[in-house]
């Protein structure tokens, strides 16, 4: 098969249905530049989602996969490695963590979290205390646990029956947690920023009185940082800037800078809860994940790096106001550090998805966070010039899109 074979088109035929990517196939990528199969350049403010947080094949993240990939690529779990132990002692010297569990995936993380919640309260108190209150438009990725605890019920439909036990109510709504909590609650789960929800930020005094209500009906605080941990808000997760603490934190996406890896942390009084045997994964704290992580860690946890999460915030949201004196297509610009949220005026919502394939097609990767945000999550250390040709394709993608009309 040439590779003139391998195109868009042939994803129709071969593959699941599930995902409908964009009209070109991307092969290569630099810093935070990327070419397609025609050699055609765009600037990527997507960056996979929050994962390539140090932008494509960063050299110090290449250098220890190749380093690792010559000395030895997986043992499982019978046998413990030096990356992971390293990898773990750094996640624990950093955060508020006492001890880590490794896996795969945002979804495998939040898996792990759910259901050490639920062993720690039956183990502790016994098995009526199993509820889990989660918030609604959160996500919490694609397990069935998982889009059981998220609170967007279109990606639970069809599949059910889902587990039981889970109620959502709505986020910011202190009365509304008050109500539903009882001494029945094992644990809250919350994002810290709801991302895929459409960029929403917990309030700081929200999250305090949700930690106040978890120790009063002694449940535990789950915080989802797959998406805002690792530096994405300025600071290396983003609890650190709520001045609240969770009992367990989920991270994945940029922990691996594009090499798959997730991790539940979580402390010494918690951790007994998963005792031998209780739960596992085959690839969990894989080598060479584990390799990747560890030098992700090393490079982004630094003050030069999450310092200037800030200054590349200042200048993404200059740019969009630029746009928006222009064209007065957002309603608000929106989250915290690199998770960059643009929600659309009225008028336009349920269109995001065109302001992407218009921006592609100028050369400038975004992503959507549901049908009414533009969302951008840039690497970390996005030059100022990316930044701002990046924009000059937005421009041009919005031009053409007011030009077509929203019924186009
Ligand atoms: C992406 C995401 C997940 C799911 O992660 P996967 O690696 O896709 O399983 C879970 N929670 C949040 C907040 C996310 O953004």
Redesign the pocket.
Same mark, same amino acid.
């Given at each position: 098969m040439t590779t003139q074979q391998v195109n868009r088109a042939l994803f129709d035929d071969v593959m699941v249905p599930n995902y409908n990517p964009q009209q070109m196939v991307p092969v290569r990528g630099e810093g935070s530049r990327v070419w397609d199969q025609d050699n055609n350049e765009y600037i990527d403010f997507a960056g996979g989602?929050a994962v390539n947080a140090l932008g494509h094949t960063h050299p110090a993240l290449v250098a220890a996969l190749k380093e690792q990939a010559d000395k030895l690529w997986h043992l499982s779990n019978t046998f413990t490695n030096e990356p992971a132990l390293r990898l773990a002692k750094k996640l624990k010297d950093a955060t508020f963590a006492d001890k880590v569990f490794f896996c795969n995936? %945002? =979804? &495998?993380a939040?898996e792990a979290a759910f259901k050490l919640v639920r062993k720690y309260a039956y183990d502790n108190f016994g098995p009526e205390k199993n509820e889990i209150i989660a918030f609604t438009q959160a996500?919490? %990725?694609?397990t069935l646990f998982t889009v059981s605890v998220g609170g967007q019920q279109k990606y639970r439909e069809g599949f059910e029956p889902v587990p039981g036990g889970i109620s959502h109510v709505p986020f910011n709504d202190i009365e509304a947690l008050k109500a539903a909590i009882s001494d029945k609650t094992c644990a809250v789960v919350m994002?810290p920023i709801q %991302? &895929?929800g459409g960029i929403h930020s917990a309030d700081p005094e929200f999250a305090r009185q949700v930690r106040e209500l978890c120790d009063q009906h002694n449940a535990l605080l789950v915080f989802?940082e797959?998406?805002t941990g690792v530096g994405r808000t300025g600071n290396l997760y983003a609890y650190m800037g709520l001045g609240v603490t969770p009992d367990v934190l989920t991270t =994945?996406?940029a922990l691996g800078g594009g090499f798959p890896v %997730?991790a539940m942390l979580t402390t010494d009084k918690c951790a007994p809860s998963l005792g031998f045997g209780t739960h596992g994964s085959t690839y969990g704290g894989n080598p060479l994940a584990c390799a990747v992580a560890e030098t992700v860690l090393d490079t982004i946890n630094t003050p030069e790096v999450l310092a200037g999460v800030a200054d590349k915030r200042a200048i993404f949201v200059e740019e969009l106001n630029k746009l928006n004196d222009k064209y007065g297509i957002f309603k608000e610009i929106r989250g915290e550090g690199l998770l960059i949220g643009a929600e659309l005026i009225e008028q336009w919502h349920g269109k995001a998805a065109k302001f992407l394939a218009a921006a592609r097609e100028a050369g400038t990767l975004l992503l959507v966070a549901g049908p009414n945000v533009l969302r951008m999550t840039p690497s970390l250390i996005i030059p100022e010039q990316d930044i701002r040709a990046g924009m000059a394709g937005l421009d041009k993608a919005i031009a053409q899109v007011l030009e077509a009309g929203p019924d186009a």
């Open positions: 989602i995936s %945002g =979804a &495998e939040n996500f919490h %990725g694609r994002e %991302g &895929e989802d797959v998406q =994945a996406k %997730g």
